[in-house]
């Protein structure tokens, strides 16, 4: 009898802990002690709700509620019995000090099946000091602290979330698959060194749609064996642009596969869109690229093969790259260009681009002295659709 009553009890505890909302049962972190003074870390409450959510078999739901609160490096680690919407309403920072961090990263979503993070929230990783001590130039072993990891997580939307003022890259996606990104905010200045938006690599199946990425690196990078990616209606800058790669550095990296660029904006950026590799480098291939339906504002090499990509003189420029390129179209770009060459294709003299077209192209240089604006091509005969000014590997230009 007594035991009996002991259940009960418990039993209520825990219905006074998640209270159930829709089919999704709710895990409220301000039950578990967390508190929205954005100077009481909340890992610990966090874990505990984390804990029970994941344990549980029907769907749940993880609420973090409107307000600010300060937030240590965290890892959310799979699996979960049952679906999990992770919902952030309010604003979590990180230590701002580099040094309160173990590893490199802040927070970590990973071994997951159906994950949804959503909310409107904002993941602010208060990069400032880290940004002014950032020496990746030069030192290969400098601290990469990214906000938002996800390893190996399948069957994924995060939706209306924010990702602000990372210390290195904001968010990196490894070996997921089915994962979509929307209405997604990726904001830091543009002088913040190596804040990418969104790297991927080792994917199959991600989508970025309708998203906004401002930042001090490239918007959106594709690192090797990624495959059927799809970008639409994202706004990108200021930042380096949408980079595949770079490639080719690295032994044993695996190709790169369908990528769909749709009717994005770049706007102010240093690149367009562009696919780069090092030159003396491993084999390696991409293929099946296509930028489409894309506006230019004052951006700096709108349309940019790379093959020649060598920054700090890190690499011996005079030995081709090995990465083949091949099945890449350049449709329907237009707008203003900040550099004169708005065009450039630089390809391998080992192994040419294969299979390029470039079509309905109209870019105008904005510079100070303002000549029309040029191409630049080697080791590729891109075939043509429609118009394109400036004319393309023209011999003249
Ligand atoms: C892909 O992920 C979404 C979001 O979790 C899910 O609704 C959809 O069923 C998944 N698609 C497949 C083919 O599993
Ligand atoms: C991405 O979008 C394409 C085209 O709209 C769709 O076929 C595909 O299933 C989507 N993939 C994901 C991961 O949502
Ligand atoms: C791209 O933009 C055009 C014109 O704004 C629109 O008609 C079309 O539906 C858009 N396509 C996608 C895939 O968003
Ligand atoms: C490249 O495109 C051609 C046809 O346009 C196609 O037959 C071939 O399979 C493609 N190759 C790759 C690796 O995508």
New binding site residues.
């Given amino acids: 009898m007594a035991s009996m009553k002991l259940q009960i009890t418990a039993a209520a505890a825990l219905l006074l802990l998640s209270v159930s909302i829709g089919d999704a049962e709710v895990f409220d972190v301000m039950k578990y002690g967390a508190k929205a003074d954005g100077a009481t870390c909340i890992s610990q409450a966090l874990m505990s709700a984390w804990k029970e959510a994941c344990a549980s078999t029907t769907p749940s739901k993880i609420l973090i509620p409107r307000g600010t609160y300060a937030l240590g490096a965290i890892t959310f680690q799979g699996p979960c019995k049952a679906p999990l919407e992770f919902q952030l309403q309010g604003t979590v920072k990180a230590p701002a000090e580099s040094a309160q961090f173990k590893e490199e990263s802040w927070v970590t979503f990973q071994y997951l099946d159906h994950l949804t993070l959503s909310g409107g929230g904002v993941f602010d990783g208060q990069g400032k000091i880290a940004w002014s001590q950032n020496d990746c130039h030069k030192n290969k072993n400098c601290r990469k602290i990214i906000n938002l990891r996800f390893n190996f997580v399948t069957n994924a939307l995060v939706q209306d979330i924010t990702t602000l003022d990372s210390k290195n890259f904001h968010v990196n996606v490894l070996g997921c698959k089915n994962f979509t990104f929307n209405r997604f905010t990726v904001t830091a200045p543009g002088n913040s060194p190596n804040t990418d938006g969104i790297h991927i690599a080792k994917v199959d199946g991600i989508n970025i749609t309708d998203s906004s990425i401002g930042t001090g690196d490239d918007c959106i990078s594709i690192g090797d064996g990624s495959k059927n990616i799809r970008v639409t209606r994202v706004n990108c800058g200021p930042g380096h642009g949408i980079s595949v790669g770079s490639l080719g550095r690295n032994k044993g990296e695996e190709s790169v596969?369908g990528l769909w660029v749709k009717n994005c904006t770049l706007t102010d950026t240093q690149n367009g869109v562009r696919i780069k590799t090092w030159p003396a480098s491993f084999p390696g291939s991409v293929?099946?690229m296509h930028f489409e339906d894309i506006k230019m504002v004052n951006v700096g090499n709108p349309i940019l093969i790379d093959q020649l990509y060598c920054p700090w003189n890190q690499c011996k420029a005079d030995i081709p790259s090995l990465v083949k390129i091949?099945?890449v179209t350049f449709k329907n770009i237009h707008g203003t260009s900040s550099t004169a060459v708005a065009v450039k294709l630089t390809c391998s003299s080992k192994v040419p681009c294969e299979?390029v077209v470039v079509g309905n192209v109209r870019l105008t240089y904005t510079g100070p002295e303002a000549p029309a604006a040029t191409s630049q091509c080697s080791n590729v005969a891109p075939s043509f659709l429609g118009t394109q000014t400036p004319s393309v590997c023209a011999k003249a230009a």
């Fill in positions: 596969q293929s099946d091949r099945n299979n």
